[in-house]
């Protein structure tokens, strides 16, 4: 090789070397100095109501929002019906008729002036000889407080947007809650099985043990 070849070698690997330099510098430079990606950050939306993301076995809520303030009453109704004509489980529901059987109902209303009202009445027919008792009406004022605090359950539940249980079978059993805010009113049909939502167990849960916790007994 003469020395002018090897000059002229040189020079082009001198050339090359010194691009790929120049190449990685700005590489380096570009991941340096470019814009990281702003984070993806899931929060709850101005009203309070849940993030897309909910847990497991939680519904997620509706479009049309109430506030517990709106609630003015609650209302819960619990109905049965059975044979008297048989003791054997299967006949249990099957021998129902006008003339073998028992019934009863349980209504529970609670108002935003704080009084709570209780309703019973049961009929028992056998062999077509029937008796009633009832309605025994009870009336208390349990305190605006303490609907306060069922409303804000009713509302943290997504009450509105709750549907109709799909798990209510051919038994003549009625669970129905019934919500009444500004001048709409939201009647839901729960499970007659006790096959409930979480968001309607909670519901009806807060109904029961407030009733529970009530001396209806001093409103006769």
Do not use: H
């Amino acid at each position: 090789m003469t020395g002018t070849t090897a000059k002229i070698v040189l020079a082009i690997g001198l050339t090359a070397l010194f691009t790929s330099a120049v190449l990685i510098v700005a590489f380096a430079g570009f991941l340096f100095f470019r814009t990281a990606p702003e984070p993806t950050i899931v929060t709850a939306p101005a009203d309070g109501r849940k993030p897309p993301s909910v847990p497991a076995g939680t519904r997620q809520k509706g479009p049309i929002v109430v506030k517990a303030d709106e609630i003015t009453q609650i209302a819960l109704l619990r109905s049965s019906m059975s044979s008297t004509a048989s003791t054997r489980p299967a006949a249990f529901f099957g021998n129902i008729n006008v003339q073998n059987f028992i019934s009863e109902s349980t209504t529970l209303t609670f108002f935003a002036s704080g009084i709570a009202q209780k309703v019973e009445a049961a009929e028992r027919t056998v062999d077509g000889n029937k008796t009633s008792s009832g309605p025994t009406k009870y009336e208390v004022n349990i305190g605006r407080d303490a609907f306060a605090r069922l409303a804000e359950v009713m509302a943290e539940n997504d009450f509105a947007n709750e549907p109709d249980s799909t798990n209510i079978i051919s038994l003549p059993i009625r669970v129905e809650l019934t919500v009444t805010y500004g001048s709409n009113t939201k009647l839901i049909r729960a499970s007659n099985a006790g096959q409930d939502t979480l968001e309607m167990k909670a519901m009806l849960g807060a109904i029961d043990r407030l009733a529970g916790q009530t001396d209806w007994r001093s409103g006769r």
